[in-house]
Every structure is written in structure tokens, then in C-alpha cells.
């Protein structure tokens, strides 16, 4: 069969601070719409890419990372939704409609098909399954039921809450009957806390010289649940306000990914005498969840007592400026990369 051209998105070198569009260069490549003979790999077009924070670590070179860096010279990769064209693998046919990690490229040959989920309800937006019905979905789930065992009337606290992940953890809360603050970086993020997603109260942690008092200041009675998406001086912050027995779901550290030298914590003495408990966790310990999640997310969707805000980008062209833009905080919701419509 014929080549098609291929455009797709490099990985230039591995980064030290902050990166920026310049790390990562277009290109465009040829390739086979066409399985090689007797291989379990399918072929597939992409149509939406996740641009998510956990990326960054992978610019960087280490040994100990959770999940490999990236290769300098190749494509990008990451979660995706995306169609097959062409199935050496029983699981998946021509037609199916997939998520799970792919390139940023047009089309990609996925050897490694143990991520792949075949997509099976499809009255919803497609792009929910890089967000919502995806990993950040997943992700939220798991952090906030799994590890937090939260309560009807608990105070709960998320950091980066208009972020993928964070609008869902106040959403749950909310559902659960729990007082539920998010903290953004803007006044529109902020305005999108209170009035979008239903938060009880939220603020602008740019605006606060003293995050102590603030989070003082939104919980007198102090805090049972917080979910960390940022680390630093707010995970420092906020061990003092934590209340007896509280928990505390560290799903992610953005303020620390560009930084030489990460900030260290102050008020850990509180750990032990409010017996706090504080779990890190991966994703990928709780897929098998994926269905019971589904089962309950779902519905929420339909009826819409849960909503999602994605803030779209059109072109792989733009996919450099969409994922640095993660680390300065300019998305609004969860950051989709669209390469097709079908």
C-alpha cells in the first residue's frame, strides 16, 4: 500500500526549567496505512490528544521516573482518542473507536496495545475520553474515593481546581453532600469554580500574600480532605489547617516540575499529631475501577449534575504552545488537542 505523509510532533532535547515551544518542532513523515504482516499492533488515526501536566517530567532525563522521559528526536506520545484503520490484534477491529496512549502524529502505529480501551458509548463528546471518561477522570475517582474516603459534611479543599482533574474532585465532593473550596490562578477560573462547577467558595492563590491565613480564613473549623495538585508552599500551607485524622490525596506537584531545586515542606509535625494520613498515588493502580466508574459517571452526565470544561486547541501545529501553556496555567479546563474530526 501506498505511504500517506505523517505530520507529527518532535521531542528536541531534554529540558531544565521551564520548557517552551521551542523544545518541540513540527515535521512531517510518511507511513503505511497497513499492519505488517503477522503483528498484533494496530494502525490508527488520531483525533484528539490530552495535553496533561505529568508530561513535563517526561522532558526531563531520569532513571526513576514513574513512567519513561522522552526520546529526544521522536514523537511525542501520550493519551489519545482515536480511530482504527487497520487491526492485527482479535481485541480491535476497523471502525473501533479507542483511547488510550498514542503519538502526536496523525496517524500512529500502536505496537503496545495493553492501554487501549475500545470506546462503547459514544453519546457523548469524544474528547471526554482524554478528560472526563479518561485519565483525569480516572484519576479524580480514585484520589478522592478511593484514597480519601470522604464523608457527607466534610470540609474539602483542591488545589488547581479548574484544572482536569480538579473540577471533578469538587464536583464529586459537591454530589457527596461535603463544603467543598477551590483554589485557581485567575479571576475567570475563580468566577468558573463558583458558578460552573458548584464550589462553595474559591480563590485566587495569586492574590494571597499569606496562604496560611487565607485557608484560615475559608476553613475555621479547619480541613478532612485536600487534594494536591500543586505541592510546595501550598501542600506546606495546609498541614496546619488539617484537621484530626485528615487525609490528603497527592495526585501532583505542578508548582515544582520547572524547578532546579524543589521547595521543601515545613509543617510536617502536623502529620503526626492530627494523624494525618498523606497517600501519592498512580492512576494506573486503580484501572480496574475504569467500569464501576463509568457506571456512576455516566449518568451524572446525562442529567447534568456534573459538568466539563475543556479548553480546545485545533492542530498539530499548535501542539507545542497547547502543553506549555499547561505551566503557566493559560488553559481554562481540561486542555484537548485536536488533530481530527473523524
Known amino acids: 500500500m501506498a505511504e500517506v505523509s505523517n505530520k507529527q510532533v518532535i521531542f ?8 517552551t515551544d521551542a523544545d518541540m518542532y513540527i515535521t512531517t ?19 484528539y490528544l490530552s495535553c496533561d501536566p505529568y508530561m513535563r517530567a517526561r522532558m526531563t532525563y531520569t532513571h526513576t521516573s514513574y513512567i519513561g522521559s522522552f526520546k529526544p528526536g521522536s514523537v511525542l506520545n501520550g493519551f489519545g482518542v482515536a480511530k482504527v484503520l487497520e487491526s492485527g490484534n482479535p481485541n480491535f477491529s476497523k471502525g473501533d473507536l479507542i483511547w488510550g496512549f498514542t ?9 503496545s496495545t495493553e492501554t487501549l480501551i475500545k470506546i462503547s458509548t459514544t453519546d457523548v463528546p469524544l474528547s471526554y475520553y482524554i478528560g472526563i471518561l479518561g ?19 466534610e470540609y474539602v479543599y483542591v488545589s488547581s481546581a479548574s484544572g482536569a482533574v480538579g473540577q471533578l474532585v469538587g464536583q464529586f465532593a459537591k454530589l457527596l453532600g461535603c463544603y467543598v473550596v477551590g483554589s485557581a490562578g485567575t479571576k475567570e477560573k475563580v468566577d468558573l469554580l463558583k458558578n460552573k462547577f458548584g464550589f462553595d467558595e474559591a480563590f485566587n492563590y495569586k ?32 498541614l496546619p489547617r488539617m484537621r484530626l485524622h485528615g487525609r490528603i490525596a497527592v495526585c501532583g506537584m505542578i508548582s515544582q516540575y520547572n524547578l532546579e531545586k524543589p ?10 499529631t492530627k494523624q494525618v494520613k498523606i497517600q501519592g498515588f498512580l492512576v494506573r493502580s486503580y484501572y480496574h475501577l475504569y467500569p464501576k466508574y463509568m457506571d456512576m459517571v455516566l449518568p451524572h452526565i446525562k442529567e447534568g449534575r456534573i459538568v466539563y470544561v475543556e479548553d480546545t486547541v485545533e492542530g498539530l ?19 484537548v488537542l485536536v488533530v481530527a474530526r473523524e
Request: hydrophobic share 40%.
Open 103 to 111: 503519538g502526536w502524529e496523525e496517524y500512529t502505529l500502536i505496537t
Open 12 to 19: 528536541k532535547d531534554y529540558v531544565s526549567g521551564f520548557p
Open 135 to 153: 485519565m483525569p477522570g480516572m484519576t479524580a475517582y480514585a484520589g478522592f474515593y478511593e484514597i480519601c474516603s470522604p464523608k457527607k459534611g
Open 317 to 335: 501545529d499548535n501542539a507545542p504552545h497547547a502543553l506549555i501553556g499547561l505551566f503557566s496555567g493559560r488553559n481554562v479546563g481540561k486542555q
Open 29 to 47: 513523515a510518511t507511513i503505511s496505512l497497513k499492519v505488517p504482516e503477522g503483528s498484533n499492533a494496530v494502525l490508527v488515526k488520531n483525533l
Open 207 to 238: 492574590e494571597e500574600q499569606d496562604l496560611g491565613a487565607c485557608l484560615k480564613r475559608y476553613f475555621p473549623a479547619g480541613i478532612d480532605i485536600y487534594f494536591d495538585n500543586v505541592g510546595g508552599k501550598m501542600l506546606d500551607a495546609v
Open 263 to 272: 521547595e521543601g515542606l515545613s509543617n510536617l509535625i502536623n502529620v503526626i
